[in-house]
């Protein structure tokens, strides 16, 4: 009888060990821990920081690489390739279909400042994907002819155009979109701590590893501040998204004058005025990217009387006052957002 007890009291020690050593190792499989990730996606440099169990970089990639394959112009048999391209079997996925429309949205808010069909313009300026020449006013005036938002649309994942010469070139808010993509991925996976950035564009919600606010900077507009180098700001945020749109990095000398990156659309011509850099806050990172590209054709008292429309859209514009002089124009809510302020 009593080797039997003993047995009995072997047999649940083992069961004991092995139920606590199962329990363990799941209790140590869902530890999370603050991951980050960096790479190229889109021709720039990604990072991502959040806080998981695992790590989700591939995934992310994966995720990314589908993307790409929808909204990419330089993917010949992407979506909008194919749209532009007057593919009649191209269809819109749900990808192409939400920035279309959120396009639409933002090209009437702005009065046609943020136009995607602009990038005929913006390539014979020598800034998109084309090479650009020192154009002629005929050679301007030909092409602003296909420009214009409001002469597309798209019915049940087709898209129509009022001419087949017309191009949509997604560049000035798909990297924004993309960094919402990442978040919802994250999100879906339960991830609340997260810092996404692609190309300098973000989208932050929680905290970081330290327990503090999520604290990224906006650069100096100087021609030789390289990202990541001189700030001009700091911005803490916890829930919501930021872009900086800037002229300061991105031009062409033409006859020897500099000409700016940024293209009105309402011209043809590169946008004259003193509003060296846009920096957007915004629920999403689709809307802060399309409208910080706005802003810098709109100049900076058009662009504060648009922000003051929209509750949650601020706004951190640095301007030119003279030569060598520099000033700040904001939105009343913006200050909070400014760390050490």
Known sequence: MKNKKGWLACVLCVAGFILVAWWRSDDAASVKEYHRNEGMV?????????????????????????????????????????????????????????????????????????????????????????????????TIDSL????????????????????????LNFSAIAKGYAVD?????????????????????????????RGELWRVGIDTPDEGNVAGGAIEAVIAISDGAMATSGN?????????????????????????????SATVLAPDCMTADAYATAFMVLGVERSLEIAARHAGLEAYLIYAVDSVTTAVAMTPGMQQYLFGE
């Open 144 to 167: 602003w002819q296909l420009v214009g938002m409001d002469r597309m649309s798209l019915v049940d994942g087709r898209l129509y155009k009022e001419d087949p010469r017309m191009t």
């Open 181 to 209: 993509v990442v978040a919802a991925f994250l999100r879906e996976k339960g991830v609340e701590n997260y810092l996404v950035e692609i190309g300098g564009e973000i989208a932050a919600h929680g905290r970081n590893s």
């Open 248 to 276: 300061y990095r991105n031009y062409r000398i033409v006859d020897g004058r500099r000409v700016a990156h940024t293209i009105d659309p309402s011209t043809g011509y590169p946008a004259q005025h003193n509003l060296l």
């Open 42 to 138: 889109f021709n720039t440099i990604y990072h991502f920081t959040y806080e998981a169990t695992e790590d989700y970089q591939a995934q992310i990639e994966a995720e990314l690489c589908r993307f790409n394959g929808s909204l990419s112009p330089f993917e010949k048999n992407s979506i909008i390739s194919l749209f532009n391209a007057n593919d009649t079997t191209a269809r819109a996925d749900n990808w192409f279909t939400t920035v279309f429309n959120r396009s639409r949205e933002i090209f009437l808010d702005t009065e046609g400042a943020f136009d995607p069909t602009v990038s005929p313009l913006v390539n014979v300026w020598g800034f998109g994907f084309k090479s650009g020449i020192n154009p002629t006013p005929e």
